[in-house]
């Protein structure tokens, strides 16, 4: 845990927190031995525990908020997705506006500042710049978003352009979560991907570009026809 954790909060928040861990840690090695996953895939689930944990802790603390609006829209189905989701695109405006609706309806529900907005889906970066706007300005008018909020929208790298980048940063979007999932083109058709790994590497140098240093991206692994090398050749080309 960052030690300067100590500096902003509590004694019983910090040993609430590293309780918590600690569980976290005992349920991993007890989940291992009983001839669990990979040790990769256990450090990485312990890693994720931890700041689940932290994170959850943290906005029980500071008794903060936040927002999480579901796109359930993609251009194609990926084989491997087994979220809520539509390929016929005809309804989006529709159902923009009934999240404007019951975003308008709920307004008075959260007691304390929306520290974190998220758009997830689904695909988020299919909305077009009118819907955005619709749901921003709906959130900004009807909610106490605190100036500091993290506000995610998670991309597909063929859904990303300069010009598209531009106007999330506009729109208020500080932070994008981009689906590469690999760079192997191979496996990207596998996946039934709609993007392929230079739509990728571009989609990344087309956000920096237009401001967002707060940048995220999936990758996945244990994939048909991947490897542990090509694992460590898609991390490598993020590092």
């Known amino acids: 845990m960052n030690t300067t954790i100590g500096q ?5 928040f910090i040993k609430q927190a590293i309780k918590s861990i600690t569980e976290a840690e005992i349920n991993i090695l007890k989940f ?13 689930r312990y890693q994720w525990e931890i700041w689940d944990t932290i994170q959850l802790l943290l906005l029980d603390y500071k008794k903060l908020s936040g927002l999480y609006i579901h796109i359930p829209f993609c251009r194609k189905a990926c084989n491997y ?11 989006m405006d529709r159902m923009v506006d009934g999240l404007a609706k019951e975003l ?9 500042p929306i520290d974190t907005i998220y758009f997830g889906g689904g695909t988020p970066s299919i909305l077009t710049e ?22 995610t929208l998670e991309a597909n790298p063929d859904d990303i352009d300069p010009n598209k980048a531009k106007f999330w940063k506009r729109a208020g979007i500080n932070r994008l979560s981009i689906g590469i999932q690999t760079f192997n083109d191979k496996v990207l058709k596998v996946l039934n991907r709609s993007h392929n790994a230079n739509q990728a590497l571009k989609s990344i140098d087309w956000v920096r570009q237009a ?8 990758l996945m692994f244990a994939l048909p026809e991947a490897s542990h090398a090509s694992l460590g050749a898609d991390s490598k080309i993020l590092w």
């Not at 902003?8 to 019983?12: F, I, R, T």
């Not at 291992?32 to 990485?44: A, D, Q, R, T």
């Not at 959130?139 to 909020?149: D, E, F, L, M, Q």
């Not at 401001?211 to 999936?218: K, W």
């Open 130 to 151: 009118k819907a955005l706007n619709i749901l921003m300005e709906t959130i900004i008018t009807y909610y106490n978003v605190s100036p500091s909020a993290e506000v």
């Open 81 to 91: 997705c087994d979220f809520h989701f539509s390929t016929q695109l005809d309804p």
């Open 32 to 44: 291992n031995k009983k001839g669990g996953e990979p040790h990769l895939l256990v450090s990485l």
């Open 211 to 218: 401001g967002f240093d707060n940048i995220s991206a999936d």
């Open 8 to 12: 902003n909060y509590s004694k019983s």
């Open 104 to 112: 308008r309806l709920r307004g008075s529900t959260p007691k304390s």
